[in-house]
């Protein structure tokens, strides 16, 4: 990053969150040519690429390489970095308001939708966002604590690629985890795994599953993991066929040639099984201490009014013996401070990105936009934020033009870092990131990984000589 000299005249942007949807829109501001644009982008950690660094399992590192666009981004010269700062503490809306012509929030969703029944708190029930976070070596769970042994039967509620993720990273070998960026804590831990058996559990039928092709056909290759598919749980009912053939989804239709692929295959002696299921919910997480069973309830499915595919209930029940559960339908957004929210969806009311006072109004939060999964909700891949991005992007540009942003007191970088030095004396820039990257990767290479993470704050901070305070100096 190179500094540019302070003018009155700057045009500054603020992106909240540094995953794929905050970079996507720092890069089509970066690219306009008139006006020209500065961006500033602040990180809850003082580590930058979001669900890329904290969510993409660690064995899909060709995933992971976005993260080098992302960082030629970083490098434009008007382009700045503030990690290990946090909205609403360290730096608030009022704040930022006094130095920007316009704030995006891009926060993701950070958090898991519930069940909502009986048991889905007790010992051994987690939300697929804590497993992940962990073996991701994701600050926030470093101190979590997944014991798996004595566990023999995990189940995985839901059929997106979180849940996949989370069914191969508990099926894979020690070796093929060790050449990956997995959090060395959490590689000692599946080294210690007793688990036998993983069954994958969908509410809906194979046609309906949101699972990508690459994501299913990788637990069909697994070196020491079987899968197993029945038959019935193949089949596509009436009503899953004739929409599949007329809704023409190459996907879906894909997914289902793959699933069905598996039925003949029968057990080859591998040491943990992978049990796809569909068509089924569950019902209750039975235990006393902790899990000990799952009550699963048959589905079909049926026909809504807007002619779109539904599960609901039979009254077909079964008991599932499972010693852990890992709850994977969905992330959800929280609420940023002095930020409109509706609770409803888990996300920032927007018209086209343009942040709405309330979700059933058309009033517009002057010059405050969001971009990404707290825009539009947890859907889609990485590359689905692009676009998402460039839409709020266009939608300041044209607020910008329109005399309808933000209008800063002092929208110099020199007052920015002033304010920030004031803070939080111990925020990281890019240039600090370069580091730790660069400390992770000679780490890793000399175990012969790929990367050895660091996995908590204070670390990354006295990695770089940095001090760690506990509250916002200034504040």
Known sequence: ????????????????????????????????????????????????????????????EKIKSVTKLYSRIAAHERFSFFGNIEFGSDVTRADLSEHYHGVIYAVGAQTDRKLGIPGEDLPNSYAATEFVGWYNGHPDYHDYDFDLTGIKRVAVIGVGNVAMDVARILGRTTD?????????????????????????????????????????????????????????????????????????DRSAIRNVKIL??????????????IIMRFLVSPAEIIGEERVVAMKIVKNELYLDESGNLRPRATDQFEILPVDMVFRSVGYRGLPLPDVPFYDRWGTIPNDQGRVLTRHEGREALAGNYVAGWIKRGPSGI???????????VNSFLADFAAGKTLQPADASRAAIVALLRARK???????????????????????GRSRVKFTTVEEMLAALGKQTELVGAGK
């Open 1 to 60: 990053m190179t500094d540019i000299a302070d003018k009155a005249s700057e045009i500054r942007v603020a992106i909240i969150g540094s995953g794929p949807s905050g970079f996507y829109a720092a890069d089509h501001l970066l690219k306009q040519s008139d006006p020209l644009i500065h961006v500033d982008m602040y990180e809850r950690l003082p580590t930058p690429f979001g669900l890329v660094r904290g969510g993409v399992a660690p064995d899909h």
């Open 260 to 273: 069905q692929s598996y039925v003949d295959r029968g057990l080859t002696g591998k040491a943990r099984r």
């Open 425 to 447: 004396p111990s925020f990281i820039t890019f240039e600090d990131w370069k580091i730790l990257d660069e400390i992770e990767l000679q780490r890793g290479a000399a175990l």
């Open 176 to 248: 093929e985890l060790y050449q990956t960026d997995i959090a060395d804590y959490a590689l000692d831990a599946l080294r210690q795994s007793e688990v036998e058996e993983i069954y994958v559990l969908g509410r809906r039928g194979p046609a309906q599953a949101a699972f990508s092709n690459p994501e299913i056909k990788e637990l069909g290759e697994m070196a020491d993991a079987d899968i197993i598919v029945d038959c019935d749980d193949a089949s596509l009912d009436e009503l899953s066929a004739t929409h599949l053939k007329k809704a023409r």
């Open 382 to 392: 990485i590359g689905t934020n692009k676009p998402d991005a460039i839409e709020t």
